[in-house]
């Protein structure tokens, strides 16, 4: 025999349990544009964190000082033979170890302070224990973000 109540709390216990899970579906998901953290250059930070040779984090700036974090995602050892971002070549024939990573200066592109860029992207290296070479475009993915003062 049912209490009086009962099949109320049980209702919002059940409610309450469906609106969690949907809050943690919405967060998984990248949560809901324009409220949050989310800019330009979320996606293609984690696509090119990911990347076999890729960036840890980068900054492009309007006064010209640019920095690129390089990192090694690979199991073996390689030596950056170019690092093109907006046709621009920051490598210097650095070698990487698996998991390490390099930072990279220069003058990437003229960019205006507050406004969103999208620069092209290849690298080239070569893998050290086999002496293949080899180059990575991210098929397409830009790098974009944010232009810093």
Known sequence: MQKKGQTSTEYLIILGVVIVVAL?????????PGIGTS?????????????PVGFESYAISASGTDTLVVKNNQDFSVTLNSVNVNSVNVANNNVINPGSSVTLTGNIGACTAGQNYEY????????????????YTGSGNNLVGTCAN
Not at 39 to 51: E, Q
């Open 120 to 135: 092209p992207v290849s690298i080239g290296y070569t893998d050290q224990s086999t002496g293949a070479n080899f180059t």
């Open 39 to 51: 800019g330009a250059g979320k996606t293609s930070k984690l696509f090119w964190a990911s990347a």
């Open 24 to 32: 943690i579906v919405v967060a998984a998901l990248g949560g809901i």
